[in-house]
């Protein structure tokens, strides 16, 4: 598996041994090499989760949608505000959006 990242303008960021783990959380005993000074390549498997959020303008830059999870084949988007032991499915149900 290689990833490739890119910058707010969409250049190429530069890849070292030295910078590498300002941009991911390598976990120990995961095999994994830099080619071409761009491209970072984990040959050993692994789970990679993630985290989606929500930034909207009226927001002000605060994330207060996040979704690590679909059901019925779309984001369950959880109301960062929402009061504490609500379904979360329930709570943002006319929120989600269909995954391609």
Same mark, same amino acid.
């Given at each position: 598996?290689?990833?490739?990242?890119?910058?707010?303008?969409?250049?190429?960021?530069?890849?070292?041994?030295?910078?590498?783990?300002?941009?991911?959380?390598?976990?120990?005993?995961?095999?994994?090499?830099?080619?071409?000074?761009?491209?970072?390549?984990?040959?050993?498997?692994?789970?990679?989760?993630?985290?989606? *959020?929500? &930034?909207?303008?009226?927001?002000?830059? #605060?994330? @207060?949608?996040? +979704?690590?999870?679909?059901?019925?084949?779309?984001?369950?988007?959880?109301?960062?505000?929402?009061? *504490?032991? &609500?379904?979360?499915?329930?709570?943002? #149900?006319? @929120?989600?959006? +269909?995954?391609?």
């Amino acid at each position: 598996m290689s990833f490739i990242f890119h910058d707010a303008f969409g250049g190429k960021i530069g890849l070292t041994t030295d910078n590498i783990q300002q941009i991911v959380d390598i976990a120990a005993g995961v095999e994994w090499h830099i080619e071409n000074n761009f491209t970072l390549v984990f040959t050993t498997p692994k789970y990679i989760g993630y985290h989606l *959020a929500q &930034l909207t303008e009226a927001d002000n830059g #605060l994330i @207060r949608m996040v +979704s690590h999870s679909t059901k019925d084949n779309a984001f369950v988007w959880v109301d960062l505000n929402a009061p *504490a032991g &609500l379904d979360d499915y329930e709570l943002v #149900l006319s @929120r989600s959006l +269909s995954m391609p």
